[in-house]
């Protein structure tokens, strides 16, 4: 008897992926968490049902809401990152010895437990001496900052359910108010593939671009991801992701990747002429 684990990716698309066995599965206030072990895609890890991440792909999507930012920004100290429960974005920013603070909002407790429990090659990190876990909502946490961050690094879930408020002008506003004067928010942008991934892109481009002088979105290959297109936002109070990359700075940290480099960097905002397109869109439309 074959068990497998299926995503409707549209209401015609399904992902899926074979089981060999279900790790875990409960259930928080804000959802249902569960993790699989499959013979292609190693654990993985859904939030009411929907793929968060796998062991075969998640250094893609942690490497590049991570690097990017980092390459750019000269001087990073102050770190928040919300959501980001599995840990896969702490462990490549505990890389960098110039930090020197990492606030980590997470509104389940449970993804984290669950995760060290379950995914110790993300969750590997949560020691680092550097952090400060809040368990609360991000969308609350953020009103009470000002001027305190180098880098913000959204790495939600979908714009429904208990991430519905990270993707709104409010707190859009709230991020640009929390950095300091030169400071860099990067943020999981959806993808630009299917119908309903675009229209959700397009909202939260509109809600940044109200907030930030200088957002441009990039763009990274995440198999197990809705169309394995995956987009990113970057917003910036003063650097432009490109120019204001150090590529022989970065190189010189000697920081071992699976998937970024400062070229496939470059290369990663320049999109296709359909979602430039999307984009287009809005920004003639504010
Ligand atoms: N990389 C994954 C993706 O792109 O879908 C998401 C990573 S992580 C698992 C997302 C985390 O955001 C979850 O642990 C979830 O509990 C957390 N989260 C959702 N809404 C939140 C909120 N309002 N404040 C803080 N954390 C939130």
């Known amino acids: 008897m074959e068990f497998w684990y299926s995503e409707n990716h549209t209401d015609n698309v399904k992902f899926s992926i074979r089981v060999d066995k279900q790790l875990f599965s409960g259930k928080s206030e804000f959802q249902r968490i569960d993790i699989f072990e499959s013979e292609e895609y190693g654990r993985f890890l859904t939030l ?11 250094f893609v999507y942690h490497e590049m ?5 980092m390459a750019v920004h000269p001087c990073v100290k102050d770190v928040l990152v919300i959501g980001g429960g599995d ?3 702490l462990r490549e920013l505990v890389k960098y010895d110039t930090i020197e ?10 993804v984290i437990d669950v995760c060290k429990e379950y995914l110790p090659s993300v969750a590997c990190c949560f020691d680092d001496e550097r952090l400060t876990v809040y368990y ?10 000002a001027n305190m961050y180098d880098l913000i690094i959204v790495d939600s879930t979908d714009p429904f359910g208990p991430g519905e408020g990270l993707f709104t002008r409010e707190f859009y506003g709230s991020c640009s108010n929390a950095l300091r004067e030169d400071g860099i928010m990067v943020n999981q942008h959806e993808s630009a593939f299917y119908k309903n991934d675009a229209i959700a892109m397009q909202r939260a481009h509109k809600r940044i671009i109200e907030s930030f002088p200088i957002s ?5 290959h995440i198999p197990s991801y ?3 297109l995956w987009l990113f936002g970057f ?7 490109v120019r204001d990359m150090n590529a022989k700075k970065w190189n010189s940290l000697g920081i071992k990747t699976k998937y970024y480099n400062t070229n496939l960097h470059r290369g990663a905002f320049y999109l296709p002429n359909y979602i430039e397109e999307l984009l287009e869109n809005v920004e003639q439309a504010i």
């Open 235 to 241: 917003s910036s109070l003063k650097y432009h992701p």
């Open 65 to 69: 809401i991570t690097h990017v930012p």
């Open 101 to 110: 603070r990492i606030d980590l909002v997470e509104i389940d407790k449970m």
């Open 87 to 89: 840990g896969g974005v």
């Open 136 to 145: 609360e909502d991000g969308l609350k946490y953020i009103r009470r900052c």
């Open 48 to 58: 009411d049902g929907y793929m968060m991440l796998t062991e075969k792909d998640e």
């Open 226 to 228: 809705p169309s394995g």
């Open 216 to 220: 441009r979105v990039y763009q990274a």
